[in-house]
């Protein structure tokens, strides 16, 4: 078995073999899944105490069509704000104060509370009063079927959006959905450069530190060693990225059994999913139903037409170059420190590179052919992250190609490079070494 | 022939030059000692004939042969600076270096077997090595050096760091390495041990070779012509006037003298023999050789002061 080979069986299975690395991957898409979602179910909490709110309505016509929620319960009340003002009442949280007829006086309607009052609260009154006072409006008009007129002419549009290509064929596009899969791949590069270049950065560190490079340089090369290590920690992160596409798809395929499963099905399935994300705040009107039926029904479409197979490629090919490229780095910081304090100084012009390859990628995707996309998707140090913004509209073949082999020129460089500081670095004990001095290193 | 020879070594680091034309001549099958103050470049020459760095100018030769960097793997390495994976357990990780030195799993488990054995700490096997107290640690690096049998074994301070039970166990060791044919350098400030087990050393002092040959050869060469001799004298004259020697100090006891002697210019130790025996039986005759400690010590501060 070759050197390097025992070397990155080492690094890989140390870290494969960890319970940390087991447990964020297994509880990793969970906690995703709970990021987006607790906040939600947290707010859709109900409180258990039913809060009492006053009514003092001088017209009489307003008091009786508040219903009670399951937060609030409203009564009637004949006292005056100034007696409830006066008295010390804990049960009453609120008064809806209605002096007038509220079509001529819009302000004639008050809520009044000792604390702050919440917004539900607010919108509920808000909302059963518009409604009162919409259809009070539409009578004052005197026209037969006039509601009838003015549902008939609500309008839900959206306009359809179809690329041609190459071959004459139409497919449905949506910039939505290219937008929110270009995002959702930026954000995993950028992730795991960040994370597993600085994974390369602590190995190469602990060796030194550890001072068992001295050892392991007398019977493998020092690029050996490097290399090793680099693919190794690569191989951790695809070993990651592999199983979260496969719990990915497993929860997918599993949530749709569930729902009903077969062909026919699947449109009643996600509208159905829908509607309980949504959480039953809102109840849809029978007519919307139509039209979201439709709105998923182009929304398959149109993650049927993305070329998951071309994106999945190119997104693998990114993913290797560019942490090919920041683990070089990384290796080469590593060896040059002697303390993780020291790292900070080195480590931040990298980082600032990463920030402005990630900023770059967010503002790219209003414009995905735009020149700031376009230059960034070409310069190595960002095209990792800003191609993947540009990866689901279809970039020109030419631009990829070109892209990827810049890519991957810088990389094997900056390798060559950071091998040069490693080999240097990595016995160099003592003070921390100015850039001037890892400079020449490579010369050495 | 000689096994492994250095040349004109000459290496720089900023701001200093470590070494300075350095040359050794390491005879095979032998023990050769690596001597010097702090600082002095032992190391580096060490690490430049294991190709960690390399030489400014001038050559490292293995039997008459460049070095090449396949003669890496003729060497076992221990080097001063201990290190080994804290969190990995002790056999996992012998295992792992000795296949990095090319050894097959198989193979390496078994020779690992033998010297976990041999030192009577198979049940480190499943320990983190984090656990191990320092003197434990240096004794898994020594097998980790001998593992591969490399023909060239090189420790830097193998001493430094055991209680003196285990300083003698691994000299020990070292002894037998010779006798099944390995070639050894190291390095060392332990005087007392150079004289015990080292053919041959080089003395290096402020990156040059100071002083260099085998080890009875130097002490001969260092000593200072002084003997010890015990005769049986009874009561009566004793004579200590001679052209040959002059007394430096003369003990009498009943039945017994003791004289610390220096010969003169050109005596030899039989004529001065002849001449005592003439008249005393001699009961013990010794050359007084310097120790390796004193020459260490009068060398490098001779080189000092002429430097100064």
């Known amino acids: 078995m070759n050197k390097t080979a025992i070397i990155i069986k080492r690094e890989y299975l140390r870290r494969v073999s960890k319970k940390s690395f087991l447990l964020v991957t ?229 949530g749709t059994f569930l729902l009903g499963g077969g062909g026919a099905a699947d449109i009643s399935a996600v509208q159905q999913g829908m509607s309980m994300a949504q959480g039953g705040g809102m109840s849809m009107q029978p007519g919307v139903d139509m039209a979201v039926m439709q709105e998923v029904n182009e929304w398959l479409g149109i993650i049927h037409s993305i070329n998951f197979v071309e994106i999945g490629i190119f997104f693998i090919l990114y993913f290797i170059g560019g942490y090919l490229l920041y683990a070089a780095i990384f290796a080469a910081i590593g060896s040059a420190i002697n303390q993780q304090e020291d790292s900070n100084q080195f480590i931040a012009p990298v980082m600032v590179f990463m920030i402005f390859a990630l900023y770059a990628g967010i503002y790219s995707i209003d414009n995905p052919d735009g020149p700031l996309a376009f230059w960034c998707s070409m310069i190595p140090f960002t095209s990792p992250v800003v191609m993947m913004v540009r990866l689901p509209y279809d970039v020109p073949v030419w631009e990829l190609l070109v892209s990827v082999a810049l890519l991957f020129a810088t990389a094997m460089a900056l390798t060559w490079l950071s091998a040069k500081i490693y080999r240097v670095g990595i016995l160099m004990y003592g003070k921390k070494p100015s850039i001037k001095e890892m400079i020449k290193w490579v010369k050495y | 022939m000689y096994f492994l020879e250095a040349e004109d070594v000459v290496k720089q680091f900023s701001g200093h030059l470590a070494l300075n034309k350095v040359s050794i001549q390491v005879p095979p099958g032998k023990i050769f000692g690596l001597l010097g103050p702090n600082g002095a470049g032992k190391t580096t020459l060490l690490r430049i004939i294991n190709r960690i760095t390399a030489p400014d100018s001038g050559s490292i030769r293995f039997n008459g042969l460049e070095s090449t960097p396949e003669d890496v793997f003729r060497i076992g390495y221990m080097p001063e600076e201990r290190g080994l994976y804290k969190k990995m357990k002790v056999g996992e990780q012998a295992i792992y270096l000795a296949r990095l030195k090319g050894l097959s799993y198989p193979e390496a488990k078994k020779r690992l077997m033998e010297w976990f054995d041999k030192f009577e700490i198979t049940s480190w096997w499943n320990r983190k090595l984090e656990e191990l107290s320092k003197g434990m640690q240096q004794k898994i690096q020594f097998i980790i050096t001998v593992i591969h049998k490399p023909e060239l074994l090189i420790f830097d301070e193998p001493f430094s760091g055991f209680d003196p039970v285990n300083a003698d166990r691994v000299k020990q060791e070292i002894l037998e390495l010779k006798y099944l044919g390995h070639t050894i350098i190291f390095s060392t400030h332990n005087m007392a041990s150079v004289e015990e087990i080292c053919d041959g050393i080089a003395l290096i002092d402020r990156s040059k070779v100071v002083l260099s040959g085998e080890v009875n050869e130097i002490r001969n060469r260092f000593k200072s012509n002084i003997l010890n001799v015990a005769l049986r004298w009874e009561e009566g004259i004793f004579s200590i006037d001679s052209n040959y020697y002059t007394v430096l100090s003369a003990k009498a006891r009943t039945g017994e003298v003791k004289m610390r002697i220096r010969k003169n210019p050109g005596a030899a130790n039989s004529e001065i023999l002849t001449e005592l025996s003439r008249a005393y039986e001699i009961m013990s005759f010794t050359e007084e050789l310097p120790s390796m400690n004193d020459i260490f010590i009068n060398t490098v501060s001779s080189t000092n002061s002429t430097q100064i």
């Open chain 1, 26 to 254: 297994l509880l990793m898409p969970f906690m995703v899944a709970a990021l987006a979602f607790v906040p939600l179910w947290l707010s859709s909490i109900r409180s258990d105490d039913v809060k009492t709110v006053a009514i003092m309505d001088a017209t009489g016509k307003y008091a009786s069509l508040f219903e009670d929620t399951g937060n609030f319960r409203f009564i009637n009340s004949d006292k005056s704000l100034d007696d409830y003002r006066n008295s010390d009442n804990k049960e009453i949280v609120a008064f809806l104060n209605i002096t007038g007829d509220l079509l001529q006086n819009p302000k004639a309607a008050t809520l009044y509370s000792e604390k702050q009052i919440p917004g539900e609260l607010s919108r509920l009154v808000n909302q059963t009063l518009e409604k009162v006072l919409e259809e009070e409006k539409l009578t004052s008009f005197n026209i037969p079927n006039l509601r009838e007129i003015i549902n008939e002419s609500k309008v839900n549009f959206s306009v359809q959006t179809i690329k041609w290509g190459a071959d004459g064929s139409e497919n449905t596009s949506s910039a939505m959905a290219a937008s929110i899969l270009g995002m959702i791949f930026t954000l995993i590069v950028y992730t795991f450069i960040v994370v597993y270049g600085s994974m390369v950065m602590q190995g190469v560190m602990e060796e030194k530190t550890n001072r068992i490079v001295e050892l392991m340089i007398s019977s493998v090369r020092p690029f050996d060693l490097m290399m090793g290590k680099i693919i190794g920690i690569a191989l951790v992160g695809l070993t990651q990225l592999f199983l979260w596409g496969i719990m990915t798809s497993a929860l997918i395929a599993g």
